[in-house]
């Protein structure tokens, strides 16, 4: 269990309704079964996608009063091993993506005075020698939240913060060693 099923399973438990998404179709399905809520599946990495997913959570809860942006890759490079490709793929997903989810959900966070909790890492503090993009993206994501923490809050009533957490073994990273 990764930490976005880990947080959504938390908020289940605490009375949340909760959408659902990855990029996996069976595994995103299974967790949406197992916790008798709605799913979406595609890839945050297109911007079309992020408006998608917004879409669909006011369609099916009929407003939204919070959004998690926990979806991530830890890609591992060296600065020898980074060329612009693979540096804008990590970005677009780990700063990229929340930034367009956050920018479709303004509205509606805002009409319900919501909240906005970004995932980001330690790594966002320092980085690692073969964590070079990953944690690039978390600095960036840090410095948005930071932006859009005191913006939003000020214009909007949507409170922004982010959870920067330390390594965690989960699944996917089990699988890698």
Known sequence: MGIGEATARRAVAEGARVLIHGIEPAETEEVAKTLGMPFC???LAEPRHC?????TAVEEFGQLHGLVNNAG???RNLIEETDAAFFDSVMAINARAPLLLIRAALSELGRTRGYVVNIGSVNAYSGEPNLLAYS???GALMTMTRNLGDTLHREHGIKVNQINPGWVLTENESARK
């Open 41 to 43: 599946v595609g890839d």
């Open 51 to 55: 408006e998608e997913l917004v879409s």
């Open 136 to 138: 690039a993206a978390k």
């Open 73 to 75: 890759v830890v890609w």
